[in-house]
C-alpha cells in the first residue's frame, strides 16, 4: 500500500502561499531598488531600474502559468501586460529621453 503526499498547499499552507507570490515579490524588491536610487540622487538610473522592472513583472505575468503568477494578476492577462508593459517602457523611455541629469 502506497501513500501518496498530500500537496504542499495542504501541507505548508504559508510556504505554498509566500511560493507563489515570487514573481510580485521580485518586482516589489526592483521597484523599492530602484525608488533607493532615486531616494539617493540618481533619479534617471533609479526610474530606469523601475521602468524595467515592470517591463520583467510584464513579462512574468505573460510567461507563467495563472496558478503561479500569484497578486500579479489583477485584470485579464493582456490587460495585465499591456498595462505593465506600457508604464514600464513608457517611464523607461521618459527617464532617458529628460536631458540633463
Avoid: C, N
Amino acid at each position: 500500500m502506497s501513500m501518496t503526499r498530500p500537496p504542499l498547499y495542504v501541507r505548508r499552507p504559508v510556504v505554498a502561499g509566500l511560493i507563489r507570490q515570487l514573481p510580485l515579490l521580485a518586482v516589489l524588491v526592483a521597484v523599492g531598488v530602484g525608488l533607493l536610487l532615486v531616494a539617493v540622487d540618481h533619479w534617471r538610473k533609479g526610474l530606469i531600474v523601475v521602468g524595467l522592472a515592470l517591463v520583467g513583472g510584464a513579462l512574468l505575468r505573460l510567461l507563467l502559468p495563472e496558478r503561479r503568477v500569484g497578486f500579479l494578476a489583477v485584470r485579464s492577462r493582456p490587460i495585465d501586460v499591456a498595462l505593465m508593459a506600457g508604464t514600464g517602457l513608457l517611464l523607461t523611455a521618459i527617464a532617458v529621453a529628460i536631458v540633463g541629469g
